[in-house]
């Protein structure tokens, strides 16, 4: 079983930035990375970004390439989502996971972004 839990959210304004953080703990061997998933209101779980960790090649959703910068540490099992230029759009739950993905997820952070 691996645990995650999300920490970093709140309310700001459009313009602002937001600092999200990560720890996966447990039987974390043998993950390749870690990801960003959010889950806005009356919508599906969507896909962030990711960091694989041994090349650190990271990937993004085209809704936040240029705004938001995944990073992470994988001796510490810690991943971090910088957001940059939020917009009321981005307002949503934000969880994070492994990769491959774990069944279970955390209870997540909401970040909520008022224009």
């Known amino acids: 079983q691996v645990q995650l839990v999300e920490s970093g959210g709140g309310l700001v304004q459009a313009g602002g930035s937001l600092r999200l953080s990560c720890a996966a703990s447990g039987r974390t061997f043998g993950n390749t990375g870690m990801g960003w998933f959010r889950q806005a209101p009356g919508k599906e779980r969507e896909f962030v970004a990711r960091?694989?960790?041994?090349?650190?090649?990271?990937i993004y959703a085209d809704s936040v390439k240029g705004r938001f910068t995944i990073s992470g540490d994988n001796a510490k099992n810690t991943v971090f989502l910088q957001m940059n230029s939020l917009k009321p759009e981005d307002t949503a739950v934000y969880y994070c996971?492994?990769?491959?993905?774990?069944?279970?997820w955390g209870q997540g952070t909401q970040v909520t972004v008022s224009s």
């Open positions: 960091i694989t960790w041994s090349s650190k090649t990271t």
């Open positions: 996971n492994t990769f491959p993905r774990q069944s279970q």
